[in-house]
């Protein structure tokens, strides 16, 4: 059974920083891709961060600069750190497995003063 759990969201004002985290289980997770989406009220959900078995990344370009995605696969986890948060990031975001319909329950994050 696969089960991804996201952790890590909140209230934060801008120009803060938060890290998310995404423990995976029922995967191998070493060989597996993985990606951070973002969903705003109102709006379809986005790719934010995606990640390669072999460590290659890429960014929306709303998130460039600002944000790293990263893993360590000792943990089973992948983590998406957001620095210089803006208003317009808050959502809720959302571990995906990659080409894959699992995903985690999400986890909110507000930008807000």
């Known amino acids: 059974q696969v089960l991804l759990v996201e952790s890590g969201g909140g209230l934060v004002q801008p120009g803060g920083s938060l890290r998310l985290s995404c423990s995976a289980s029922?995967?191998?997770?070493?060989?597996?891709?993985m990606a951070w989406y973002r969903q705003a009220p109102g709006r379809q959900r986005e790719l934010v961060a995606g990640?390669?078995?072999?460590?290659?990344?890429n960014y929306a370009d709303s998130v460039k600069g600002r944000f790293t995605i990263s893993r360590d696969n000792a943990k089973n986890t992948v983590y998406l750190q957001m620095n210089n948060l803006k208003p317009e990031d808050t959502a809720v975001y959302y571990c995906?497995?990659?080409?894959?319909?699992?995903w985690g329950q999400g986890t909110q994050v507000t930008v807000s003063s």
């Open positions: 995906n497995l990659r080409a894959t319909t699992y």
């Open positions: 029922g995967i191998r997770f070493s060989i597996s891709d």
């Open positions: 990640i390669t078995s072999g460590g290659n990344t």
